[in-house]
C-alpha cells in the first residue's frame, strides 16, 4: 500500500507531525545558489516569486533535490525538473548550485553566520 | 469478554461514559432536560454546518486564486504526492477538467445551501473539495493545513443536517449525529494527544535523542524552521526567554489534546479544547512559520457552542423557572425545575457540577475531564463518612 500513498491507517496523518523537535542534532536546509553573468556566485534567499510562495519554494526545492540525489535510472529526468525550477526562480543565471547549510540551532542564535556548506548538486 | 464489550458498545453505558454521566439515580434528566441538551446541540451542529457552507466559498474563492499559480508552473514540476492524485491527476489536470470540476462543486455547494440534507450533494461537494486541493499536493508538499477542512466535508456526507424544530421527532437523532461528527474531528487531536504519550515513551526507552520536555526543543525546532526562509532569528529569542515553561506547556496541551473528542459529548469541555487548539495552531504559525490560519478558522466555526451566546437559539429552549441547591458532599443535590413542571435531579459530584454549569460553563470545564469524576465521587464519600461519626459526637 506505501508505493500508493495509502500506508496510513487514518487518512488524515498529520497527527504524528513534529513528533521530534527538528534540528536537535543538526540541521540541514537546501539553498539555491546561482551565477551571474561575470562569474560570480550569489545565494538566494527565499523571496516570493509570481508562481511560488516562499513556502512553495522552500518545499519544491527539497523534493526535488532529494529525487535527484537518490540514486535511480531517473536521474536525469529529475536534475532537468530541477534545472527547470532553477530557472523558473532565477532566470537569468549561468549556472545553479543547490547548496546544503547544516548547523546547529542554538549556535545559529549567537552568530547567523556559524553554519557549514556542502555543494549538493551543481546544474549548469 | 467480547459480549460483554459489545454490550457496553451497545448500551446506554457507552452514552454515559462519553458524556461523563452515570446512567443511575445520580443523574436524572427529565424530557424537558433531555430535549433542551438535544436542542441545544443539534442547533449549534446547523449553525456550524451553515458555518462550514460559508467558509467554502471563501475556500474556493481562494483555490482559484491558488490554481491560477500552479497552473502556471512547468508541467515538468508537478509529480503527484499522494496515492488519490496519482489515481486521479497522474498529470496536470486541463482547464476545462479542473474548472468544470470547480463549478461542479460550486453547484453542489449551492445545492447545500438550499438543501442541506441532499446526500448526494453532500457528497459531490465532499469529493469535490478533495478533487479540488489534489493538484496542490503535486509539488514537493502534502498540506496538512486543510485536513480539518476537508475531513468536516466527508464526515457531513453523514449528518442529517436540517434546521431543528422543538417539535422535531428525530431532534434525539440529530443531535447524536452531531455529537459523533463532531467526535470524528476531534478524534484527529486526540490522536495527536496520545501519540505524544506514545513517542515519548518510546523515545525515553528505545530511540533516544532530544524530546519535547527539554525545554531547549521549541528554541531550536523554532530557529531550523525560521532559518529556512531567512527570517530574521527575534521570535526564538523571545521562545528562549520562556522556554522554561514550554515542556509544561507541552505536557498540558498532551492532555488536553488526549480527550479532545470528548468534547463532543461534554459540551462545557469545549471551552478549553477550543482555545488549546486555537492557541496551538497560533503558535505553529508564529514560532514555526506554519500558516494554520484556516485550520483555526475552520476549528471555530465548527466547534464554537452558539447556544451560549445566540439568543435565537435560547429561545427555542424550555425556560426552567428555579433551581434548588441542597446537602454536602455525597449528599448534594441540585434540582432544576422548568416552568412545564418537569424537573431535573443531580447528585453527589453530578449536583455540584450542574449547578456550576448553570452558573458558567467555563468554570465547569475543566470538571469534564474524564476521570475526574470517578476521583471526585470517591474522595467525598470518603469526606462524608470522615465527617459522619463527628456530626454523632
Given at each position: 500500500m506505501e508505493h500508493l500513498g495509502f500506508d496510513q491507517p487514518y487518512p488524515f496523518f498529520h497527527w504524528h507531525l513534529f513528533a521530534e523537535p527538528a534540528g536537535w542534532d543538526g540541521a540541514r536546509i537546501y539553498r539555491l545558489y546561482w551565477q551571474d553573468q561575470a562569474g560570480a556566485w550569489h545565494r538566494r534567499s527565499p523571496a516570493a516569486r509570481p508562481n511560488y510562495t516562499k513556502k512553495d519554494q522552500s518545499y519544491l526545492l527539497k523534493s526535488l533535490v532529494k529525487a535527484t540525489t537518490r540514486d535511480t535510472p531517473h536521474t536525469e529526468r529529475e536534475r532537468h525538473r530541477l534545472r527547470t525550477f532553477a530557472r523558473e526562480i532565477v532566470p537569468r543565471a549561468q549556472a545553479y548550485r543547490v547548496v546544503a547549510e547544516t548547523f546547529q540551532p542554538l549556535m545559529l542564535l549567537q552568530d547567523t553566520m556559524r553554519y557549514d556548506t556542502t555543494t549538493v548538486v551543481h546544474l549548469e | 469478554m467480547i459480549r460483554r464489550l459489545w454490550s457496553t458498545l451497545n448500551s446506554k453505558r457507552l452514552a454515559a461514559l462519553l458524556r461523563g454521566e452515570p446512567a443511575d439515580e445520580r443523574v436524572r434528566r427529565s424530557a424537558t432536560g433531555c430535549r433542551n441538551r438535544n436542542l441545544r446541540v443539534a442547533w449549534s451542529g446547523y449553525v456550524a454546518d451553515r458555518g462550514l457552507l460559508v467558509l467554502t466559498v471563501l475556500w474556493l474563492g481562494w483555490r482559484l486564486k491558488r490554481h491560477a499559480m500552479i497552473a502556471a508552473r512547468p508541467d515538468v514540476l508537478y509529480e503527484p504526492g499522494v496515492g488519490l492524485a496519482r489515481l486521479v491527476f497522474p498529470s496536470f489536470p486541463s482547464a476545462p477538467v479542473y474548472y468544470g470540476l470547480f463549478a461542479l462543486t460550486a453547484v453542489a455547494l449551492l445545492v447545500c445551501f438550499l438543501r442541506p440534507r441532499l446526500v448526494a450533494a453532500r457528497a459531490v461537494l465532499a469529493v469535490g473539495v478533495v478533487l479540488i486541493i489534489l493538484p496542490e499536493f503535486g509539488y514537493g508538499k502534502v498540506e496538512h493545513i486543510n485536513h480539518l477542512f476537508l475531513a468536516a466535508h466527508v464526515y457531513a456526507v453523514f449528518l442529517p443536517v436540517r434546521r431543528p424544530?422543538?417539535?422535531?421527532?428525530?431532534l434525539a437523532a440529530q443531535a447524536e449525529a452531531t455529537h459523533w461528527y463532531q467526535a470524528g474531528l476531534l478524534f484527529i487531536y486526540t490522536m495527536a494527544g496520545l501519540w505524544k504519550f506514545f513517542d515519548l515513551t518510546i523515545r525515553y526507552a528505545v530511540k533516544g535523542g532530544m524530546t519535547w520536555l527539554n525545554p531547549d526543543a521549541m528554541v531550536i525546532t523554532s530557529i531550523t524552521s525560521l532559518r529556512g526562509y531567512d527570517f530574521p532569528l527575534i521570535i526564538p529569542r523571545y521562545v528562549a526567554a520562556i522556554k522554561e515553561v514550554i515542556p509544561l506547556g507541552y505536557v498540558m496541551l498532551a492532555f488536553l489534546f488526549a480527550a479532545a473528542f470528548l468534547a463532543a459529548f461534554r459540551r462545557p469541555y469545549l471551552l478549553i479544547v477550543l482555545p488549546a487548539i486555537a492557541a496551538f495552531h497560533l503558535m505553529n504559525i508564529v514560532v514555526?512559520?506554519?500558516?494554520f490560519a484556516s485550520t483555526i478558522a475552520v476549528a471555530l466555526v465548527l466547534f464554537l457552542p452558539y447556544d451560549r451566546f445566540v439568543p435565537a437559539i435560547q429561545r427555542q429552549l424550555d425556560p426552567f423557572r428555579h433551581t434548588r441547591f441542597r446537602g454536602r458532599g455525597a449528599q448534594a443535590q441540585y434540582r432544576r425545575r422548568y416552568a412545564n413542571g418537569d424537573e431535573d435531579v443531580f447528585r453527589g459530584f453530578y449536583a455540584y457540577r450542574e449547578h456550576l454549569r448553570d452558573r458558567s460553563w467555563l468554570m465547569a470545564a475543566p470538571l469534564y475531564y474524564p476521570g475526574l469524576a470517578w476521583i471526585t465521587t470517591r474522595v467525598l464519600r470518603r469526606w462524608d463518612f470522615a465527617r459522619a461519626p463527628a456530626a454523632s459526637e
Open positions: - | 424544530a422543538r417539535s422535531n421527532s428525530d514555526l512559520y506554519v500558516l
